[in-house]
């Protein structure tokens, strides 16, 4: 099994920056990869971005390209997503997550509520 726990939401302002942080536990071994999904209030559950082990590569949702950033660290089995110009839309339950062979989002965080008032 694998625990994910994440860190770094909180309250902003629109225009502000945030960083959230997720730290894997447990069977790390048989992660392939991690990201991030958000949900905000009566909406679904929503791609953020995502980071391959095996070559680094990144994946990022439409409404999130070009300010949030994605990077992690295999050995110490961490990723980070980096949120610059944030706004309102943005405000969600920020959820860490990770996948195996399998690719399928096997493992969850509890979850770090962000916060962006206009």
């Known amino acids: 099994q694998v625990r994910l726990v994440e860190s770094g939401g909180g309250l902003v302002q629109a225009g502000d920056s945030l960083r959230l942080s997720c730290v894997a536990s447990g069977d790390t071994f048989s992660i392939d990869g991690m990201g991030w999904f958000r949900q905000a209030p009566g909406k679904l559950r929503e791609f953020v971005a995502s980071i391959q082990w095996s070559g680094g590569g990144t994946s990022y949702g439409d409404s999130v390209k070009g300010r949030f950033t994605i990077s992690g660290d295999n050995d110490e089995n961490t990723v980070t997503l980096q949120m610059n110009s944030l706004k309102p839309e943005d405000t969600a339950v920020y959820y860490c997550?990770?996948?195996?062979?399998?690719?399928?989002?096997?493992?969850w965080g509890q979850g770090t509520q962000v916060t962006v008032s206009s």
């Open positions: 997550t990770a996948y195996g062979a399998r690719r399928i989002w096997d493992y």
